[in-house]
DNA sequence: AGTTGTTTCAAACGTTTGTTTTAAAAATAG
DNA sequence: CTATTTTTAAAACAAACGTTTGAAACAACT
């Protein structure tokens, strides 16, 4: 078996490094946790952070199988483009449960890996709703007056916070249930109905 | 002088913590950037942790004062008070540029200080806002079928993940200009024209 | 001027960090 | 069976860590 203790030490590395960062987490307790050996880790990924890129990389295979799925696209509507995108989150989120707290961190604290990594995914999906969003302005779905940079922060913002906060959020919010799907849902129909054309414009 | 060097610490701190976290800092980093002596820090604040209270006990004076303007709002009706909570926003991360910042970094990995700061400012306003809702909802002025635990997220995270990204945005999307208060207008209006009563409804 | 309390400083303390080095043991493949 | 790769264990390495120490410098006040 070749990559049983690489596997093992990328899957037990992946929540510890999500929470509590690529510094704070040290090889010993990350290969006592992997129950694999100290030196197993600069054996198979030459160091922490070699490691730390290979978690990375295994947390992006979604969002580089969306990207391409993103790109069939093209033809629809600007409304569905959006309405795909939302589900697409949803999905990724619940594939990768993790992966939002390292692009957070990455985006807020870069480590060596965001040159790598987040500024080859992170553009191309704000390219992608931000241009979604100017045919929908020119078609005539969405407000004219719309600034279309800010409009998608606004979106990937109320879409993806969720997903950050949740881990903490059941102890600070009078929540009774968590369901990710619905949260997408609702939270993209308040987006559409708020950029949407109002019939005095 | 008492306070030189304690507010000098204090102020060279708040972005290296900001940035990168309390675990990363180093006490020898922080001495030197603020031209203090190491021994500075513990003699202080008694220690890097102490320090790290200290910068976030200040990080959340606005906070403090902006829940005391919020307990005078409940005679204004829902949509007032929701917008003097968007214009709140803005006020206070102008005030605190690297406020969000804490607030993310406690979120998502908890220090120390975790249950003395974030435990007793952010319930408070999930609750104003969870409360503005429901009462919106109440008197018809949004739609009824709100989840209202969904939706203040969605406030929340329309309008502060802007602010968290911001500092790399400039590097990875397409944006002119930077105007917080432009985007929280613009943010709070798609989110209220997203949760208004439809007249079909 | 002299006393007292506070602040600053360079040096040193003991720990922990990531990594490397040995060697032996285990597993895999030809 | 042999050769190669992988895993384990224990030890050692220099470097960096947070903190403490004791003396020196400073300030304030009688």
């Known amino acids: 078996m070749e990559k049983d203790t690489r596997t093992k030490l990328i899957d037990t590395a992946t929540p510890l490094f999500a929470d509590n960062g690529l510094a704070v987490v040290s090889v010993r307790e990350l290969a006592q946790a992997a129950g694999a050996n100290v030196a197993a880790v600069s054996y198979h990924f030459g160091g922490k952070e070699g490691l730390y890129h290979a978690v990375l990389e295994y947390q992006f295979e979604p969002i580089a199988a969306a990207l391409e799925r993103i790109k069939t696209m093209s033809t629809l509507p600007p409304v569905e483009r959006l309405s795909h ?97 619905r949260y997408v849902n609702q939270a993209f129909a308040i987006y559409l109905d708020g950029i949407r054309r109002k019939d005095n414009e």
Chains 1, 2 share one sequence.
């Open 85 to 181: 995108y939302a589900s697409l989150v949803a999905g990724v989120h619940h594939q990768r449960p993790y992966l939002l707290r390292f692009v957070h961190s990455e985006l807020t604290s870069p480590t060596a890996a965001f040159e790598a990594v987040i500024k080859k995914y992170i553009p191309r999906i704000f390219h992608f709703l931000h241009q979604s969003l100017a045919e929908g302005v020119a078609a005539g779905d969405f407000r004219p007056g719309l600034d279309l940079g800010f409009a998608t922060i606004s979106l990937a913002g109320i879409l993806n916070f969720y997903f950050i906060v949740r881990p903490m959020a059941s102890q600070l919010l009078p929540i009774n249930e968590f369901s990710d799907e």
